[in-house]
């Protein structure tokens, strides 16, 4: 019989585990996600037995950072810092490469759980010291955290500091080791769009790339976007870390996942 040939990814690929097979357990969905070779994103770790989680055998690409708290007011800040030690912790123990921050906490369907129309100077100010102490207790801990651009328009109005842009300027000014970009491109098209270049301008401050395509949040190929495209940019320009599809997947979730590897896949 011929040698299978095992194809290979440029990039570490990821998947979020809430987002396909939603009607199976989640340790399930970990497991099988292992099994076909990709890591393993979440979203809100209190919804899960964290023991079966770790029995799952899966490695875990990033999951949410925090559970309650914001960056831009003390109050805030102070509830931030205290919710992201909690779960800093919990994703030492999952082994978790990163854990995933936003401009404010996010409550039902996404949306802010405290909107807000006009970001202020002091309040960028406010957010970047947040995040400086976010660095520092990272360092304490031994994780990484990372910001996440969101977008304004469709999924998460009245969100601060939510474009890419923004989280570019916050973590750049931060500029710490343990403080880095998730960088969601599904977010990226329907806010601002040139994602090419603005891969390029937050290359140093990467941790995560996460994909999905538009409109429909779904796996590449069913959307505007041109994920091979993308995919030849990143790996031309050195990039060759994490990339994870937070998407939903429009039929078949193996033939979803396939068609991601396929993307990224050079």
């Not at 003390?74 to 030690?85: P, T």
Request: glycine fraction near 12%; include cysteine.
């Amino acid at each position: 019989m011929a040698e299978r040939t095992a194809i290979m990814s440029h990039f570490t690929l990821a998947a979020c585990a809430e987002m396909i097979w939603r009607d199976r357990p989640i340790e399930w969905r970990c497991s099988r996600l292992t099994e076909m070779g990709f890591q393993v994103g979440l979203w809100n770790w209190p919804d899960h037995d964290l023991a079966k989680l770790e029995a799952s055998g899966a490695t875990f690409s990033i999951m949410n950072g925090y559970l309650t708290g914001r960056l831009a007011d003390d109050e805030g800040a102070d509830e931030l810092l205290r919710s992201a030690r909690e779960t800093a912790r919990v994703g030492k123990r999952l082994g978790v490469a990163r854990l995933n921050l936003h401009g404010t906490g996010l409550g039902e369907g996404g949306l802010p759980v405290r909107r807000c129309e006009v970001v202020t100077g002091a309040m960028w100010l406010k957010a970047r010291e947040t995040l400086g102490r976010i660095a520092e207790m990272a360092e304490e801990e031994d994780v990484v955290f990372t910001l996440e651009n969101l977008n304004l328009p469709v999924d998460h109005p009245g969100t601060p500091f939510g474009r890419a842009g923004d989280t570019l300027a916050l973590v750049s000014s931060v500029n710490h080791p343990r403080l880095r970009l998730n960088l969601d491109l599904y977010h990226v098209q329907i806010g601002e769009g040139n994602l090419i270049e603005t891969c390029r301008a937050c290359l140093p401050w990467i941790g995560e790339v996460q994909v999905a395509d538009v409109p429909g949040r779904c796996e590449p190929g069913t959307g505007e976007i041109n994920y091979p495209g993308i995919a030849r940019a990143l790996a031309g320009m050195g990039y060759s870390g994490p990339v994870g599809l937070e998407g939903f997947a429009r039929g078949d979730p193996e033939a979803a996942l396939a068609a991601f590897r396929q993307a990224f896949t050079l």
